[in-house]
């Protein structure tokens, strides 16, 4: 049995809600979605829309790194987040939705089909499931993230991508993967920016880009 064998066992006891019960095969991490194997060393793995912290579980056991920040929006995702991985030594968990602006409140949206599937209303439109907002210079600035370091950012917000995505921090990064939604109208101009940049400093590992659809991609930073 090797490594992978007993973190899929692991995961099997993670706690999820009723509606996540389909997902407990856990396939993105058996077809490595996010580039988990593409890698060797990971100083500080940032998971932006963590989930149930599957992803961040896996670069714990398979890197042990000196930091994991999670961010995951969504309180009832959280609950289980905080029961699955909370107990870490090396865990940081943020109840809270990527932005460009910290601490403000906006709508989360939730697809009660899919609890993965949970948006920003940049439009306030009531006072009901609202959440806190925090920046990505924000977590790097409290946590004294060493720029130098080897820096995995893993990022599936569900849209929210478009906060960050032309942040100079990112350029930083030495494995970027991301989730995209280029499918969303207002999405495709940032990433036209987004690309021309990172790919002055990064390659494409996995994945290619395709406009108006949503797909997987992982950048990794150039020697």
């Avoid at 396939?27 to 580039?35: A, E, H, K, L």
């Avoid at 992803?55 to 929006?73: D, G």
């Avoid at 943020?94 to 460009?100: D, M, R």
């Amino acid at each position: 049995m090797n490594i992978y064998d007993d973190i899929l066992l692991d995961l099997q006891q993670f706690h999820c809600q009723e509606l996540w019960k389909f997902c407990k095969n856990f396939s993105n991490i058996r077809n490595d979605n996010y580039g988990l194997k593409l890698i060797d060393n990971i100083d500080y793995f940032i998971d932006i829309g963590s989930c149930l912290g599957e992803v961040a579980f896996t670069a714990h056991k398979l890197y042990n790194p000196t930091k994991i920040i999670a961010v995951e929006a969504s309180s009832k995702n959280f609950q289980c987040l905080s029961n699955n991985i909370g107990n870490l030594d090396n865990i940081i968990l943020y109840n809270k939705a990527i932005y460009h602006t910290d601490n403000v409140l906006v709508q989360l949206i939730e697809d009660i089909s899919n609890i993965g599937q949970n948006k920003i209303n940049d439009y306030l439109i009531s006072d009901t499931n609202l959440v806190e907002t925090i920046t990505i210079d924000n977590i790097f600035d409290k946590h004294n993230i060493d720029m130098r370091s080897n820096i995995f950012i893993k990022i599936d917000c569900e849209g929210s991508e478009k906060y960050l995505l032309n942040n100079p921090l990112l350029l930083e990064c030495k494995q970027i993967s991301i989730e995209m939604h280029e499918r969303d109208k207002d999405v495709k101009k940032i990433c036209d920016l987004f690309y021309k940049k990172i790919l002055q400093s990064h390659i494409i590992v996995k994945g290619n880009r395709k406009i108006g659809k949503n797909y997987e991609i992982i950048f990794q930073k150039k020697c």
